[in-house]
């Protein structure tokens, strides 16, 4: 009896070898046959499930932004809420665990952050993919707006912030250190990351960073997913 394979099933298979393509070889790599080879699969099975070259990237694109959005979400549902009458130290000390949750401070997101910068970079001279690369900026600079907001209705941020401008800051903070995390692991680690994330999020909310609590270990909230 011929065996059954869920397509989406199937499909997420040949994602995750598109992921694998990319970070140890580059986009470029990632052709019809070396993706198939990577998920174990003859051309034609691939092609049974997508109709070319481009339709398996922008689905790899789209899965590796659900799937980066889904675990941001669970992270920052696990995310203690100081609530209203909380100190400040409280409330900045949310708003850097959330932000350093889009930080590669791990193997899981220094993974996400490779596949990221490939994408994006390659997004520019490959039209298909621009734009899911915009929707995925797009959210990025959501994301932070809506922390940004948040503290700000908590009385956590300075007075006078201009919250757009200081959700781009965010936004290009966040993209230049995982940049130079991917470009430069040997000099930008996990240390020199938080650090400055630390410090930004000192300046947002004027609570000195040595008043900050020690960050959470990200074991701690992959615990419970």
């Known amino acids: 009896m011929p065996k059954i394979v869920d397509a989406e099933t199937r499909r997420r298979e040949v994602a995750e070898a598109v992921f694998r393509v990319v970070r140890r070889d580059g986009l470029d790599q990632a052709s019809l046959r070396t993706v198939a080879a990577e998920a174990g699969l003859a051309i034609g099975s691939v092609r049974h499930y997508f109709d070319g070259q481009a339709e398996i990237m922008i689905f790899a694109m ?63 001279t490959r039209p298909e993919l621009g734009p899911l690369a915009r929707e995925m900026h797009d959210d990025l600079r959501s994301i932070a707006s809506r922390v940004l907001r948040a503290a700000r209705r908590a009385g956590a941020l300075r007075p006078g912030l201009d919250v757009e401008v200081e959700a781009a800051r965010v936004h290009a903070l966040v993209d230049g250190l995982t940049s130079h995390a991917v470009l430069r692991p040997d000099a930008t680690g996990p240390a020199e990351l938080r650090a400055v994330l630390r410090r930004h999020v000192s300046e947002l909310t004027g609570v000195p960073a040595g008043d900050l609590p020690a960050p959470s270990d990200p074991e701690d909230l992959r615990a419970g997913d």
């Open 62 to 124: 789209r899965t590796f932004a659900e799937r980066a959005g889904e675990r941001l979400r669970l992270r920052a549902a696990r995310l203690a809420d100081p609530g209203p009458a909380a100190p400040p130290a409280e409330h900045a000390a949310a708003m850097e665990a959330l932000f350093a949750e889009l930080l590669p401070l791990d193997a899981e997101r220094r993974e996400e952050a490779e596949v990221w910068l490939a994408f994006t970079t390659g997004a520019r």
